[in-house]
């Protein structure tokens, strides 16, 4: 299995940085795992800047030079791990911004005749590990699961990809958070994850 991690938090002294490690840790003692890459957005610099003009045509994003090295990634990876905070009941604006580019028509799916499109990233799994300073159920009990029907149903079905896992972890800023006790949660999962 080749795994892709894209991770997306400004600082590397977070608690999402920890999680970050601990994925790291555990897919290196996975041997079902062949391949890692890691993909650390604000630190390449990516441009979640949308920008269409006479240049640049939203129907041509799939094509765009500027994104090949990141469809490539993609397509190389069997796996896509997201690690990023939770802030305002969603990702990043960085992570969204990557999303809008990257899963883009006639890459990430195609329109067909019909309700829905032909998801063109099928057979890929997905992992989401995601932290906030509220508790665990609020999104679930406040904003109506948003956070996962955006990243399952909106995103990931809609481009072919059926297995989706989440990791939320909530009161992550509290000193009773069980943080340790959630970092080593992730990274037995990816410790023995199998294909």
């Avoid at 041997?31 to 990516?46: A, C, H």
């Avoid at 990430?108 to 005749?113: S, T």
Wanted: net charge positive.
């Amino acid at each position: 299995m080749k795994t892709l991690i894209i991770y997306t938090h400004p600082n590397h002294q977070s608690l999402c940085y920890a999680f970050l490690q601990n994925v790291i840790k555990g897919c290196n003692e996975n041997s079902n795992i062949k391949e890692l890459q890691v993909l650390d957005l604000y630190e390449e610099g990516f441009n979640p800047l949308l920008i269409f003009n006479e240049n640049k045509r939203r129907r041509d994003m799939h094509r765009d030079p500027d994104l090949e090295k990141y469809r490539k990634q993609i397509l190389w990876a069997d796996q896509l791990v997201f690690v990023y905070p939770i802030w305002w009941g969603r990702p990043p604006a960085m992570l969204l911004g990557y999303i809008d580019q990257m899963f883009a028509a006639n890459f990430a799916y195609r329109d067909k005749k019909g309700l829905l499109p032909e998801g063109l990233l099928k057979g890929k799994s997905v992992v989401c590990i995601s932290t906030m300073k509220g508790p665990g159920k609020y999104p679930l009990l406040w904003l109506n699961n948003a956070h996962k029907i955006l990243m399952k149903r909106a995103l990931f079905q809609f481009v072919g990809i059926n297995k989706v896992k989440f990791f939320e972890f909530g009161k992550m800023e509290s000193p009773n958070g069980k943080q340790t006790k959630k970092l080593e949660k992730v990274y037995h999962y990816f410790k023995k994850i199998e294909c």
